[in-house]
């Protein structure tokens, strides 16, 4: 557990701007509306830095707007100084959720102890039990616009079940 007993969770992907700030903004909207938010520190970060200070995708945050659901996070870097625990297992977050196996993979070459480090559709109920690579939020990015719809779907799925296995 962080501080003050909350569980602190990073949702870790490439650029920070679109499947990360999604994870962080359904999380906290699903918790919200469970009354279980004060439970956790949400945030989000991306291996790379490209996009530092910037808000999500103009196109994320319109599939997200057009469920209700607001993106107000600015892109970040992931910092293993700070993000990670130090070597005496303290600090840091509890959960690095990766969106797909690059990103989780890029964690542990910054390294992140594997036992913090999980797939974000690891948590979807409707896939437990498949391989890792059945488990990835694929990067909407350079794609069209029902890519941002799909993952929003994927994304959903997977914060209620991580809200159920986390809040419960
Ligand atoms: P994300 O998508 O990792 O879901 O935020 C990307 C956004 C931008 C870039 C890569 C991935 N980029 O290379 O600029």
New binding site residues.
Partial sequence: MGAHDQTSILFV????????PLAEGLFIHHARERGVLDRFSIDSA?T?G??VGNRA?PRMRATAQSHGVELVSRARKVDPGSDFPMLTGEGGFDWLIA?DRSNRDDLLDLGAPEERVRLLRSFDPALTGKPDHALEVP???YGGEDGFEQVYHMVRAACLGMLDELAS
């Fill in positions: 992907c490439l650029g920070n701007i679109c499947r990360s991306g790379g490209w996009h995708d969106m990067d909407p990015y």
